[in-house]
């Protein structure tokens, strides 16, 4: 996952984003404050949704991949409540929803080739969390070569219209 | 501005986030594509909410200063709706909120050095708004010298649970 954002998603090198953990406890990234300081001497609130949005869409992609799935993921809706400041080590935390949630995520991207999670993720700090966020998430089955059908029109996901012909009804669609 | 984030917001100019206008029609900030691609090959989800985040917090910041006063700006609460991918430049656009909303939120600034002023942006693309962000800043009269009994305990504002003992009520504070 490290190599993986490293190589695909730049940005998160800048910023010194990394995967710590993922296990029953769900996903942990950090990065160090300094490259993501503001001009308060805290961290850059940009830094703080961008590990915690990154964090669900990891919780997401590890989830499937542990039940051998592999599928795009995508980020759809994302809010932050920002409560305190971060004026040491970024810690996001994002743990796992609950089993149930789980299992129906699973069974409709079994079933459907796509599907939707929720997850709650914020930022650790030993005040308690200074950042509490909640994301959706959509899986969608990869498009390969052998099924050009199932993307209506045939593009290949790059332009904004023909990404949202294909909508299942709410907003979606950006990789975090 | 660009020379102000470009100092105290370092991970700004690895994103290469630029303001270009401050007008009636509001706030205009951009970003090449490439230092903020991910993995799909379209801009990065933390990227659009970090100049989201920004153009809001400087037209904030902006209608202050335009008004003759100098206050800290906070990110309280944020909410993205991603629609579409961004595969290109990216253009963030923040409009002046309506001129009944701006008075009150200088009026409520003025009487009591405290005010939140709500905005809404969006990521521009040909086909039409990509991402929609709303958000809510708070504005704080900046803490002097002179006036050290303003802030309890008198902390720099460095520590959240300092942070934390002087909110009115509403979750706060964290620089965008």
Same mark, same amino acid.
């Given at each position: 996952?490290?190599?993986?954002?490293?190589?695909?998603?730049?940005?998160?090198?800048a910023?010194g984003?990394?995967?710590?953990?993922?296990?029953?406890?769900?996903?942990?990234?950090?990065?160090? #404050?300094?490259?993501?300081?503001?001009? !308060?001497?805290? =961290? %850059?609130?940009? $830094?703080? *949704?961008?590990?915690?949005?990154?964090?669900?869409?990891?919780?997401?992609?590890?989830?499937?991949?542990?039940?051998?799935?592999?599928?795009?993921?995508?980020?759809?809706?994302?809010?932050?409540?920002?409560?305190?400041?971060?004026?040491?080590?970024?810690?996001a935390?994002?743990?796992?929803?609950?089993?149930?949630?789980?299992?129906?995520?699973?069974?409709?991207?079994? #079933?459907?080739?796509?599907?939707?999670? !929720?997850?709650? =993720? %914020?930022?650790? $700090?030993? *005040?308690?969390p200074?950042?509490i966020?909640?994301?959706?998430?959509?899986?969608?089955?990869?498009?390969?070569?052998?099924?050009?059908?199932?993307r209506?029109?045939?593009?290949?996901?790059?332009?904004?219209?023909?990404?949202?012909?294909?909508?299942?009804?709410?907003?979606?669609?950006?990789?975090?």
């Open positions: 996952m490290n190599a993986y954002l490293a190589r695909h998603v730049p940005i998160t090198q910023m984003i990394r995967l710590r953990s993922f296990d029953a406890a769900g996903v942990t990234m950090t990065a160090p #404050l300094k490259p993501n300081i503001n001009d !308060k001497g805290i =961290a %850059f609130g940009g $830094t703080l *949704a961008s590990i915690l949005a990154l964090s669900g869409w990891a919780l997401t992609d590890l989830v499937l991949r542990e039940a051998g799935e592999a599928a795009d993921v995508l980020i759809a809706v994302a809010a932050a409540e920002y409560r305190a400041p971060v004026a040491g080590r970024i810690v935390r994002c743990p796992l929803p609950p089993a149930e949630e789980l299992s129906a995520f699973l069974t409709a991207y079994r #079933l459907r080739g796509r599907a939707r999670l !929720k997850v709650e =993720a %914020f930022i650790e $700090t030993k *005040a308690g200074a950042v966020f909640h994301a959706t998430y959509v899986a969608r089955r990869p498009l390969t070569a052998s099924e050009p059908g199932k209506r029109g045939g593009a290949k996901g790059r332009s904004p219209s023909a990404e949202r012909s294909e909508h299942d009804g709410g907003p979606q669609r950006q990789d975090p």
